[in-house]
């Protein structure tokens, strides 16, 4: 099956800069490559997503970048916010089946 | 982003009770429903899958007897815990996916913290 492997599992970072968070998998005939957001006691968010025919996707302060040889993928968070705090999963799965997690990183941004 | 209601938000139960939980999606037809628990600071651990009409399929370790699914339409599904024990205490979390655009992705519900004493 799938594993995946999520990097650091905690990040402490100034507000304004940036943020970064690894994640690598194993099957490569998976081909889609979200992750969430989840605060305190609430369930998780979609933040942002990637297939696997795009490398990279952006959304306002937030991008994702797929690299299929390697098998890893990363989130990006620039000019991070206090409310940017929360843990940030990543996930791995063939469309239509089930997701694989990585096992999370808590992000706190210093104001 | 598609909306996911689940209910109880929390609930506290004594030991051999039964709870049920409701994973509601509010503006999408949900083919595919996941149930998930998460301990503290932990990930997300997959209980079952279940497609709608058809029975749940449980990851192993997890007994079907004690945790019943049933997804009753496209957009209802619920998870019973039959004669919960204090090991059960945990959060529950639902997902769905949909069809066509939505078919890729999960919406989560907003998590039901349970508690047996």
């Known amino acids: 099956g799938e594993n995946v492997e999520q990097h650091p599992s905690t990040l402490s970072v100034q507000e304004g800069d940036s943020a970064v968070i690894k994640c690598t998998y194993s099957d490569s005939a998976s081909n889609y490559f979200p992750w969430y957001k989840q605060e305190l006691g609430k369930g998780p968010q979609l933040i942002i997503d990637?297939?696997?025919?795009?490398g990279e996707k952006k959304d306002q302060r937030i991008a994702v970048t797929l690299n299929k040889t390697a098998k890893h993928f990363s989130l990006h968070i620039t000019e991070t916010q206090p409310e940017d705090s929360a843990v940030y999963f990543c996930a791995a799965s063939k469309v239509g089946n089930q997701f694989y997690f990585g096992t999370g990183t808590s992000l706190t941004v210093i104001p | 982003g598609a909306v996911v209601s689940q209910h109880p938000s929390r609930v506290i139960c004594k030991s051999g009770t039964s709870v049920k939980i409701e994973c509601r999606s509010l503006d999408f037809q949900a083919t595919t429903m996941f149930w998930y628990r998460q301990f503290p600071k932990q990930s997300l651990m997959l209980m079952a899958t279940?497609?709608?009409?058809?029975?749940?399929?449980?990851e192993q370790g997890v007994e079907k007897d004690k945790f019943l699914i049933n997804h009753a339409s496209l957009t209802l599904s619920t998870l019973t815990v039959t004669s919960a024990h204090p090991e059960d205490s945990s959060f529950y979390i639902c997902s769905f996916s949909g069809t066509g655009g939505l078919a890729d992705t999960q919406y989560f519900g907003p998590g039901t913290r349970l508690t047996v004493l």
């Open positions: 279940s497609n709608e009409g058809s029975k749940a399929t449980y």
């Open positions: 990637i297939r696997s025919n795009v």
